[in-house]
Structure formats: structure tokens, C-alpha cells
RNA sequence: GGCGAGGUAGCUCAAUGGCAGAGCGGGGGAAUCAUAAUCCCUAGGUUGUGGGUUCGACUCCCACCCUCGCCA
């Protein structure tokens, strides 16, 4: 029976550069865990865009004084860059500027109208006479109205940090060209979410016993303590989805409440795009498929409550109204959240105004991959908030991953290479060999159980020890040595070595997959482990836009301990990582801008 | 202010009532296949603070302190 597993990843918000702390809190875990389950034969499906809507795109277009379109479309491409030389395997990586995802989130907004789930309210908002449009509250500044402070934002005075009222700001002007805006009356739907709390309640109380414990516990207490109140998901602006109702289609739905309706409807574009239109259905309606949403703490309450409750509230209608099919059946709900914390950087926040930040694409400039992943999985802030330290990333890379996993291959393959040049043909096993091999066998089962739980940090550390075993091996068997004595005996030895090698390449593989795909070409393998990610561009009613795919056609990777072929010829090995001065490390800290005021960062 | 998470060795982190552990770093030694990488031995902790429950507490309860997030 195939097992489908939906790995949802955060969208990036198409206004800004991909930061580490991005790619460790959702991207990076999302993909070791999806290269995980492919290589265990499930069917897998990464899925993710940019968020191209909402306000702070249309803020910065304006500044910028260009479309909001250019903006995203700006961004949208470096993060296809960022994620294809980090080796981010999205299944499909697209944007919610899609007619699908239009379409889609339409239909959830028809669902869940139908159902009773929405209702309108009239309220007073600032508009813009000159413009001739509401300004979002961001737009809007004046006088606050608790302090008096005269630069206050309509919806949040920064002198005294009180939340604002925005009808009452005083003396109200456009950010924008300086007018003065009205209040005007307007009409807004909500989501019932009163109505949908039992509902939501239930599905956290079930997942709470294996959730982690700050996500579910952060999102019961909210309900626990102030219930769920309605929240308006259309907005008065001409950047976005419009809402599919007669008289409405001036507005557009709110930003929160069709980004993370993408997770469907960029499983439904694969599906189309790979040419299997129904293939959707599999994760979305089977109530075995299993979906995971990675994403950052800050996330939380939008996936664990909100879009829970969109699909608890959409049910079985959404299937009726997109296909035609009745009865519907519901659609799946989250089955884990494993949202991660926060990264922080040499002691303090990330400020991507001062940039106290490591850019995606200009760490890549200066590192590979492999090391980047390896540190940002072995710093990821899984159960708390954690630290990109410099001089730790060096010291990490050299003492570990080059010293323990790179130098074990490459003195393995080295002394192989050079005596063989081949797979040797193993003589009779000592106990000692079979018990090595026992125990890197194992590591499918140990590796694998972490890497089930999204402890991803711990997969890695047990995949480490493991090669940890592997020199311990050596150095008792000491095949430099024994070459001399019995040639055979040190071609069994190597044989173990490599076979140990070659397992431990798997259990490296989602974390390490550029090395691990060396290291299986070096071992004389001509199939890669993995597939390919490719860009396309794809044509629509909207216009058209490139996304990212996986094309796991040629992926030849499995999870199990299978059987180095004797004889196979071996590539001249090259060693699996570079060593790095770790003088650079003071480098890269001038290289940062002032850290964060409020900061005082790491005693050293 | 409310809700929640976290505070364990120099560093990064394990340990859900049963002798407080691992990796890295520090100290000593062995080896020479390997990018001076590796392997063995070793030092190092009043588990944020103060109470309580228990035969027994990092673990459960109460109060407080610190860090972070969400909400107001």
C-alpha cells in the first residue's frame, strides 16, 4: 500500500531576501524530512510558493514606484535561485499569483459561505479621496491619541506602544501623498470562527499527545483563555484574489486567509503540471495521507488554528464544488506541525534593516551546501530559540563533519582506490565485521525513527555516531597494516569499511545530499540518488510565472541496507568537504552590520 | 497584564519519578590509511533560585528570577 505524506512549507513573502534564519526554521527541515520519506518509497509531495499579495508588497511597490507585480516577481526568482543551489527539492514551488490558486481559494471562500461559515459586517475605515481607495491601517499615521505622539501609525503608536483604534487617530494624513483621509463606511466578510472552536479544539486536543509541546500548547491556552473571535479575510484593495461574488469583486480575500489555502492548491498545479490531473486527490481526501506544515514559531496560530478551521469549515463541500463530485468528502487536516523557533545570530535577533542577517544566496557565494545544511541542522531551533555562532560554524565543519564523516570516506576510499581500485572481493567475515555491519545496519531503523518524529537534529547526530563507529573499526583492524600481512583479510576489512560507508551515504543523504551523491558516484555507482529540480515556466489566464520542480525520474536512493556490488570499479576519490580557516570566522563578523540596539549579544 | 515555550558541563544539546549523559572544546597517550584527519584514557555539573510532595525529583506541585514568542 502507498503511503502519501504532504510536506507544506512556508511561504515566503515575495518582499524581502531569504534569510538562514528562514531556512532553518521551514525550508531546510522540510526538505531533509521530504528527501527522507521519497527515499523511503512514499509518495511525497513538497509543496510551497512565494505569498505574493498583501499589503507590505503593495508598500513597497509604492515606494519603489513600480507594480506590485515586479515586486514579487523580483523576489519570486531569487528564491527559485536560493532553493535550487541549496538543494531545496520542492515537488513544486510556485506563487499564489496562479489563476489555479485564484481559483482554489474562491472555491474554499464558496464552501465556506455555503456551509454558514462567513458573514459580512459594515465598519468605518480611512479612505483616500485622492486616491479614491481605502488605505490599509500601515498607511495611514497621526497624532495618537493616548500620548500624543504625532507620528503615530493608525493602528499602533510606536512612542507608547499601545495598540490603536484607528477610527480615533487624530489628525489622520496618507502616508502615502499627505491628504487627508476620510472615514468611509465599508462591508467586510469573516470567518466564523466561534462557530468552528469545538471543532478546532478536538483536532488540537487529538494531535496533542505527539505535537510539539509549544505549538499545541501556545494554541489551546489562546482558545482556552479568549476563545476564537471572528477575523475579516476580505480587504479593500486591488492587489489580490477577488472575492467570486456578485457585487464584490472590487475586494480582494485577506492575505492570511489564502496563503495557506496555496498548500492545496499547489498540490492541485503538480498534479496538472505533471500530467496527472486527479493525482491531488491522494493526499487531500485520502483521511491516511499524512500532511505536515513546516513553518516558523511566528506561524503557528495561522496553521495550527486558522487553517484547520478553513478546512473543517470547507468539509466535503470543497470537493463538490471543484469537481462536481457528490457526495464530497472532507478535506485532510493537519497531521503535524513541527513548527521550529527562532534563529538568532551571534547573540542577537536577525534585523534585515541593519543587516544583522546571513543572506541565503550570499552564504552560498562563499560555502557549499553540504556544510551550510549541516550546521543550520545541527543549530536548529527545534525546542527553543538557538545561535548561529561564526566561529562555531567553522569549528563544526572541521571538527566534525570534515574530521569525523569526510575524513572517514575519503581515508576508506584513498587506501581502496589505491590498492584495489575496486570493491574487494571479502574473504570470510571476522566477528568483529559482522558486528559493524550490524550496527550501521541498524541506523536505518535508529536514523529513521528520529527523522519519523521530525527530530531532524537527532537523526543527524545519530547518523554521526555511527560514522564515529566506523573509524573506531579501523583503527582496531588496521587494514594499513594488515595489506601486509594478508592481503585478503585487509580486502574483507575494506570491503566492511565500504560497505558501511556506502549505508552511512543514505542515512546522510537527506541531510547531505550533495556529498552523498558524490561520495555514491565515487563508489562506482552511474545513478543518482536523487532526482533533478527544474524550472519552467508555466502560462496562465493571469499571465505567466516560473516555478520550481522535482523530477524524481531518474532517483535510483532507497532507504534500506542494500548490497555493495564486489568488483564495482571506484572513482578517484576527492575528499567530501573542504577544511576552512577558522580565522575567517572573525571575517564574517565584520562583515555583519551593527547588531540590533537592544542587543548585547555573546560574553566571549 | 494574559497564554505558552525554554533555563542541564566551557559550547551545542540528551535524559517524562530510579546511579545526570553524548558530541565538540580542555589535559594525557597511541597510531600513520586519511584534508594533522583518527583512536584510547581523562578532567569538568549544588540541573536558574527558594520551598513542597515522594523511599527517591532535571522530571510532579507552589512561588520567584531570566530569555523568547503569541495575544491584549
Not at 529540480?533 to 520542480?549: C, I, P, T
Request: glycine share 6%.
Amino acid at each position: 500500500m502507498t503511503e502519501y505524506v504532504l510536506a507544506g512549507v512556508a511561504w515566503p513573502y515575495a518582499n524581502a531576501y531569504i534569510h538562514a534564519g528562514n531556512v532553518v526554521g521551514a525550508y531546510l527541515p522540510a526538505d531533509i524530512f521530504s528527501r527522507y520519506q521519497r527515499l523511503r518509497g512514499r509518495a511525497t509531495l513538497m509543496v510551497s510558493g512565494s505569498d505574493a499579495h498583501g499589503t507590505p508588497i503593495t508598500v513597497r511597490a509604492d515606494q519603489e514606484g513600480v507594480s506590485p507585480e515586479a515586486i514579487y516577481r523580483r523576489y519570486h526568482r531569487s528564491f527559485l535561485d536560493l532553493f535550487q543551489r541549496l538543494g531545496l527539492t520542492y515537488d513544486l514551488f510556485t506563487s499564489t499569483h496562479t489563476a489555479n490558486h485564484f481559483k482554489v481559494s474562491q472555491t474554499i471562500f464558496e464552501a465556506l459561505r455555503l456551509n454558514d461559515y462567513l458573514f459580512t459586517k459594515r465598519e468605518k475605515q480611512w479612505y483616500s479621496v485622492t486616491q479614491q481607495r481605502f488605505l490599509p491601517d500601515r498607511y495611514v499615521e497621526g497624532t495618537c491619541y493616548i500620548c500624543g505622539y504625532e507620528a503615530a501609525r493608525s493602528d499602533q503608536c510606536d512612542r507608547c506602544g499601545n495598540l490603536l483604534d484607528p477610527t480615533r487617530l487624530i489628525n489622520p494624513r496618507s502616508k502615502l501623498d499627505g491628504s487627508t483621509p476620510e472615514l468611509r463606511e465599508t462591508e467586510h466578510f469573516y470567518l466564523d470562527l466561534p462557530k468552528l472552536e469545538a471543532d478546532v479544539r478536538a483536532f488540537l486536543e487529538a494531535r496533542a499527545p505527539y505535537w510539539r509541546p509549544h505549538v499545541v500548547q501556545q494554541s489551546l491556552g489562546l482558545i482556552r483563555t479568549e476563545g476564537l473571535k471572528p477575523r475579516p479575510i476580505s480587504r479593500d484593495l486591488d492587489w489580490g484574489i477577488p472575492l467570486p461574488l456578485k457585487g464584490w469583486e472590487h475586494k480582494v480575500l485577506y492575505v492570511w486567509f489564502e496563503a495557506v489555502i496555496g498548500y492545496l492548491s499547489a498540490a492541485i498545479e503538480w498534479s496538472t503540471l505533471t500530467g496527472q490531473p486527479n493525482a491531488w486527490e491522494q493526499w487531500w481526501f485520502n483521511p491516511e495521507a499524512r500532511t505536515y506544515y513546516f513553518i516558523g514559531k511566528d506561524n503557528i496560530p495561522f496553521h495550527a488554528i486558522m487553517w484547520p478551521a478553513q478546512l473543517i469549515g470547507s468539509g466535503a463541500r470543497f470537493e463538490e464544488l471543484f469537481t462536481g463530485r457528490a457526495p464530497g468528502r472532507p478535506l485532510v487536516l493537519p497531521y503535524d506541525v513541527p513548527a521550529n523557533q527562532f534563529l538568532n545570530l551571534e547573540g542577537c535577533k536577525f534585523s534585515g534593516s541593519r543587516n544583522w542577517a546571513l543572506w541565503g544566496l550570499d552564504l552560498l557565494e562563499r560555502y557549499d551546501p553540504d556544510p551550510l545544511r549541516y550546521y543550520l541542522t545541527a543549530i536548529m531551533p527545534e525546542t527553543r530559540d538557538t545561535d548561529w555562532y561564526w566561529d562555531d560554524f567553522f569549528r563544526r565543519n572541521n571538527d566534525e563533519l570534515v574530521a569525523t564523516w569526510g575524513n572517514l570516506a575519503h581515508r576508506v576510499l584513498s587506501f581502496t582506490y589505491k590498492h584495489w581500485g575496486q570493491v574487494p572481493e571479502p574473504g570470510p567475515f571476522a566477528a568483529e565485521d559482522e558486528a559493524l555491519l550490524e550496527t550501521v545496519r541498524a541506523g536505518f531503523h535508529t536514523v529513521g525513527e528520529h527523522l519519523e518524529k521530525v527530530h531532524l537534529r537527532a537523526g543527524l547526530q545519530e547518523a554521526m555516531r555511527l560514522a564515529a563507529r566506523v573509524n573506531q573499526y579501523l583503527e582496531r583492524r588496521a587494514p594499513w597494516k594488515r595489506i601486509k600481512e594478508d592481503r585478503a583479510d585487509a580486502g574483507t576489512i575494506l570491503f566492511t569499511a565500504l560497505q558501511a560507508i556506502d549505508w552511512l551515504k543514505v542515512l546522510f543523504a537527506p541531510y547531505l545530499p550533495f556529498s552523498s551523491e558524490a561520495l555514491h558516484r565515487t563508489l562506482g555507482y552511474t545513478r543518482p540518488l536523487f532526482g533533478r529540480q527544474v524550472v519552467q515556466e508555466v502560462r496562465d489566464a493571469l499571465g505567466a510565472h516560473e516555478v520550481l520542480l522535482y523530477d524524481p525520474a531518474d532517483a535510483t536512493g532507497r532507504w534500506e541496507p542494500q548490497p555493495l556490488p564486489v568488483g564495482q570499479p571506484l572513482q578517484k576519490p576527492k575528499p567530501l568537504f573542504r577544511k576552512l580557516d577558522p580565522a575567517l570566522a572573525a571575517e564574517e563578523q565584520a562583515r555583519l552590520g551593527e547588531p540590533p540596539a537592544d542587543c548585547v549579544g555573546r560574553e566571549r
